[in-house]
């Protein structure tokens, strides 16, 4: 089983499936022409070049009297992966009826290990024949487009870990929040990959299930992968914006001079440093619920933790990078994990119906990594997760903890202002589009 270089996998299936797919590739030509023009208006980046007009042509024009349209094309399915999938129940969504198949999978290393890193919120896609037998799989791997791919030869199984391509330009996007989160990004035609790098980002100044409010505006300027004029994937935020509640926070993406990268305030401070705000996991799937305080046990005062009331099953995250101190059954606590983190911080996440599998003791684990899942073990009236926040093992309430961040060393400030000079114009510019409706 090859394991290792880019496969330019997707564009094929995509050019095969292109007519049974004709609205998306419509919703798909619409918005890179969009991403396009903005591009060439306000930005230096390089240019992708005109789009070829057939694209869009071809697309609006699904004859179904062209050849190959119908029974000996394949059927191809995307389905956003959900909490707590398994292959079955996602290959159940994809339309794949095929458990030789899923068996032969499931024996496959590689496979396995992918599985145990999908992640909710990003989308899976398969081809099938007609009887639903599986031809080819493609999961999500990681943040940054990386995917599992897998092919069928006869009976046996090739299994490719491809990398997200090369980026090759800059698009921006600018919305308003009305009703979700998601429904902003998906009305400004922001990928979910990067919408969900957007929740991650802000999670320490933000807690999305709790702090949105209507009239919440963000602009993201994000790496885009391009061929042939079509957008066919996405990588790292490199500046965005949010603005939540009237406060204005805004990021960008910065590397050292020993190579690491960070996002930074316009003061150059790491938002990473800090703790995230909710150690629930927000996305498209859980973000349908309204986040509450567990009604029974009210206050931080009365038992020094803070309850966030969520259905069994949602995500928990660790808040912070750190190590695992302990996981277990403790009585009242029930299911519980303590986060050993630095500067004597510690957290802790109680009443889990389970552990997140590979979780060890000692183990390091990084901010926003799901270490377990809600539930309603121990003393607990209903499902909801128990969070403690200690400083030297004295609790204490979160939201009132000044944390330290890091800064960029002033030595290396001067470089960081030059770097973010340009991005901060075009943040400013997207946000005069965003006030101003363009017009068609
Ligand atoms: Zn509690």
Known sequence: MPIGGAVPEKHRILAQVRRPLAARAVLAAVATVGSVSVIGALSSAPDPGPLKPYQVVEALNPDPKVAGWGAELPFVREEVVKAGDSLRSLAGRLGIDDDPALEALMALPEVRRGLGGLRAGQSANAVVDAKGRLQTLGLPLGPNGERLRIGRAGDAFTVVRAEAPPPTGLDMRT????????????????????????????????????????????????????????????????????????????????????????????????????????????????????????????????????????????????????????????????????????????????????????????????????????????????????????????????????????????????????HIAPLRERLALLAQAGRTPLTR
Do not use: C
């Not at 994937?233 to 500046?239: D, E, L």
């Not at 705000?277 to 498209?284: A, D, N, Q, V």
């Not at 204490?396 to 330290?404: F, G, N, R, S, W």
């Open 175 to 418: 919305g308003t929040i009305s009703s979700s989160l998601y429904a902003a990004t998906d009305a400004a035609g922001v990928p979910d990959p990067v919408a969900n790098q957007l929740v991650e980002l802000f999670g320490t100044e933000i807690d999305f299930h709790t702090d949105l409010r209507r009239g919440d505006t963000f602009r993201v300027v994000f790496e885009v992968a391009q061929q042939d004029g079509r957008v066919t994937g996405t990588g790292r935020i490199v500046a965005a914006e949010f603005v939540n509640q009237g406060h204005t926070y805004r990021v960008y993406l910065f590397r050292d001079n020993g190579g690491r990268e960070d996002y930074f305030t316009d003061a150059g401070r790491s938002l990473r440093q800090g703790f995230l705000r909710s150690p629930l996991e927000f996305s498209r799937v859980t973000s349908g619920f309204s986040m509450r305080r567990h009604p029974i046990l009210q206050t931080w005062r009365q038992h020094q933790g803070v309850d966030f009331g969520a259905p069994t099953g949602t995500a928990v995250k660790a808040t912070s990078d750190g190590t695992v101190e302990f996981f277990g059954n403790q009585q009242g606590y029930g299911n519980i994990i303590v986060l050993q983190h630095r500067d004597g911080y510690s957290t802790a996440y109680a009443h889990l119906s389970r552990f997140a599998s590979g979780l060890r003791r000692s183990a390091s684990v990084t901010q926003g990594q799901v270490i377990g899942y809600v539930g309603q073990s121990g003393w607990a009236t209903g499902p909801h997760l128990h969070y403690e926040f200690r400083v030297a093992g004295v609790p204490k309430d979160p939201l009132t903890v000044a944390l330290p961040n890091a800064a960029i060393p002033p030595q290396a400030l001067a470089t960081f202002r030059a």
